[in-house]
Structures are given as C-alpha cells and as structure tokens.
C-alpha cells in the first residue's frame, strides 16, 4: 500500500489537482468515493495547494515516502463524515414491504433481518424511523426503539454501526401485537428461546449463564460467548417469562487474559500493526480521533481498548464503563490486580514508580512511566481502567488523555 501512494507521487506533475485525482482513483479501488464538488474534496485540495506552495517537491516527497496509504485513505474518510445520527434514522425512507418471513435469532449475529453488521440506516430501511431515543450504553453510543415493534437498537454515535439489537414487549399494547406483518413475540432461537418463554426453560436450553444481573423488577441472563442476553420480569402476572432477548457481537476467549506492563493485554501487544489488532479482535468496535493525537478503538464486549499512532499500537487499555460490557473476562496482572482492585494494592505493587494525579482532592489515576503501567480510580478508589505502554510510544502524555477514554 505504501507502494500505491509512491506510484502517486512518482506520477505526480507538479499540478495538486492531478495528484489528488489520481489518489481519488486509487481510493476507488479501496472502495471510497469521495465527490470532487464536495466540500471534503476541496477541504483535501486546499491542504495539498498548501503544501505544494511551500516546497512542491517536498509535498510530493511527503506522499510517496512518508503516508502509509492506509493513513492517508482512513484520514480522508474521517473528512467526509457520514450525516448525523439523528438524520441517519430519517434518510432512508422505510420499505413498503412487509418485513422479512425470516424469524429466526442466531446470537452474536442476527435477529432475522435485523444484523449486527448493518448500521442505523440499514434499520430504518426495514423498521422505518425510530420512535424513540433514549441515552445509549455508553458515551459514545444512542439507543433507538421502535416501540410499537418491540424493537431496539445499540448504534455507535459517529458511525452508525450497530453495536446490539434487542425484542422487547413493546410498551404500546400486548404481548402478542402484531404490526406490518412483525411481531417480536414470533423471533425465537433454534432451542425455542423466545419472549413469553420460561427463565428456567432459557436456562435448560442455553446452560447456566456466565453472569446474572438483578435490578428494577427484572433478571438478565448473560451469554457472553454465545452473543445474546436474555431479560425475565421478577414481579406481576408475567413473573419469570422474558420479556426482552438482545444480541450482541459475542466475546470467545482472547488470550490468556493477562496484563503484561509496556508489552500487551491479553493477545493485544504493543507495537502491533493496527491491521493485524482489528483483524485479531473483529467488528463491534467504537473508533474516534483523538484531539492529542492517534486514534483510540474500542470494543464494548471485550471491555478491552487501544491507541493506535503511525499504524502501530501505543497502548492498550482494559475498562467497563457499562454494566454490560466483557463482564465474563477478568483481566489481570501477575499480581492479580484488575479491575476493582483498590488503591492500597496498587500502590503496594507499583507505588514506588508511580506519579500520582489528583481531581478535587482524591486520586484520579496512578502512572508508572518506569513500568509502563498505568490505573484509573473512581471516587470510591477502586480500579476503573487500566492500560499498558511502551513510553517511547505513546504519541502525547498519557497524563493529559487517559481520563478521556471509555
């Protein structure tokens, strides 16, 4: 790829419009349009005019021996930024069919149409807009329902990837309703999960689940590794019948799970080529640019995050800003710190070597710049985050950024 942006170069006749043309072309064939009346393309235009003004060999040069083309095509999607969420649930006019005959779950994958690897649009094609959006999982995400369908999604903010899709009895009326040929009632697993079933009878088909959440009047079931949880009522006439079934990207075991100071999490090394991590790690994840620098990824169902600068990996970061996220996987070090672990452990293990920054009076986060090691804290001084780093890599101070991340 490297080789493709130095073919760029090398045709390059000293004419910014002829360079970019021809970079536009090989982005084509990566399968990125970009409009030349766009305001991105113009946006592109202008910085390289720029750069030809001040030294037009050197512009040339920086292409063809400097960009990694991957960097150079990733930089340019960022540009065209894809419509807002908000008018992503409204682009697409709803199809006039009836929705798809297809109800079967397959956790970790689909819920009959409705697909993990689709975004908010491709929901809206089939559902029609969203009637409502109540605060997302985390930061970086929205919920949409479609109430009147028993239907829920988790989208990723920026790029309206599906994150989790969700049945539910719909609010709206009964629990057998009927709508544009769909009732959620109808979506069942291959074992008969579906809504209305028994607790128990999910437990006989799926196994005892990995983890078991209690709270508001209901229990959820988690299947971590198969992709799906399961929500049973606790109260009322329909006391131990589902009442909601989400799927999410699954999370199969990753490694050894151990955190190694300056080298890696789990499988998830320093240094490691940013191709090879998404690779190794699969769909799911939330992207976003850094204002100090690099771009951080992060995948909610492993609970596990990195920096990447220049192709490569600066840092690695394990956290649950969620209930829901990797609660199946303890990640640790040799000395059994993790997540929850409390001050007084981490500062017996790392406190010698350890810089300490403060919020308001308490500890906010340990750095061990020696170890490569660092750990954030909540206002109770247990372990909220921790992330490993090479110092010679990280692309800015982790002091300034490690509080920004999930």
């Not at 997302?136 to 790029?159: C, H, I, N, P």
């Not at 969620?322 to 609660?327: K, L, M, Q, R, V």
């Not at 490569?372 to 372990?383: P, Q, Y």
Request: hydrophobic content about 35%; charged content about 20%; proline content about 5%.
């Amino acid at each position: 790829m490297v080789a493709s942006a130095r073919i760029a170069a090398n045709y390059c006749t000293g004419t910014t419009r002829g360079l970019l043309n021809l970079a536009l072309v090989n982005m084509r064939h990566c399968g990125i349009n970009v409009d030349q009346k766009s305001t991105a393309y113009n946006n592109i235009y202008n910085k390289l005019l720029s750069d030809f003004i001040k030294d037009s060999d050197q512009a040339c040069n920086s292409l063809g021996q400097q960009l990694d083309y991957v960097r150079f095509i990733r930089d340019v999607e960022a540009t065209v930024a894809p419509p807002a969420i908000e008018e992503q649930n409204k682009a697409s006019p709803p199809s006039s069919e009836p929705i798809s005959t297809d109800k079967l779950i397959v956790p970790g994958e689909r819920m009959g149409a409705l697909r993990l690897d689709m975004n908010i649009r491709d929901l809206v094609k089939i559902l029609g807009p969203a009637t409502k959006e109540p605060p997302g999982l985390w930061r970086f995400s929205k919920m949409f329902e479609w109430d009147k369908l028993g239907v829920s999604a988790q989208v990723d903010s920026s790029t309206g990837k599906v994150l989790a899709v969700g049945i539910f009895v719909s609010s709206s009326g009964p629990w057998d309703m009927t709508i544009k040929g769909f009732s959620s009632a109808d979506y069942t697993t291959a074992k008969g999960i579906r809504l209305g079933a028994r607790r128990e009878d999910a437990i006989s088909a799926l196994g005892p689940p990995e983890r078991t959440v209690s709270g508001g009047g209901a229990t959820s079931l988690y299947y971590g590794r198969r992709g799906m949880r399961v929500t049973a009522v606790d109260l009322g006439p329909h006391a131990g019948e589902i009442s909601q079934i989400r799927i999410f990207w699954p999370t199969p075991p990753l490694g050894d799970s151990m955190i190694i100071p300056r080298e890696r999490i789990s499988n998830v090394g320093i240094g490691m080529a940013l191709d090879r991590a998404l690779a190794l790690l699969g769909g799911g994840y939330h992207h976003e640019k850094e204002a100090s620098g690099g771009d951080f990824y992060y995948w909610p169902h492993f609970g596990l995050g990195f920096v990447e600068c220049n192709g490569q990996i600066s840092s690695v970061r394990v956290a649950r800003p969620s209930e829901s996220d990797a609660g199946t996987i303890r990640y640790a070090t040799a000395d059994e710190l993790s997540l929850d672990s409390a001050l007084d452990e981490v500062e017996k293990a790392f406190g010698q070597s350890s810089t300490k920054q403060s919020s308001d009076g308490s500890i906010a986060s340990l750095v061990c710049d020696s170890s490569g090691i660092s750990f954030t804290f909540n206002s109770a001084h247990k372990v909220v985050a921790i992330e490993v780093f090479d110092p010679l890599r990280v692309c800015v101070s982790l002091e300034k950024k490690i509080n920004n991340r999930p």
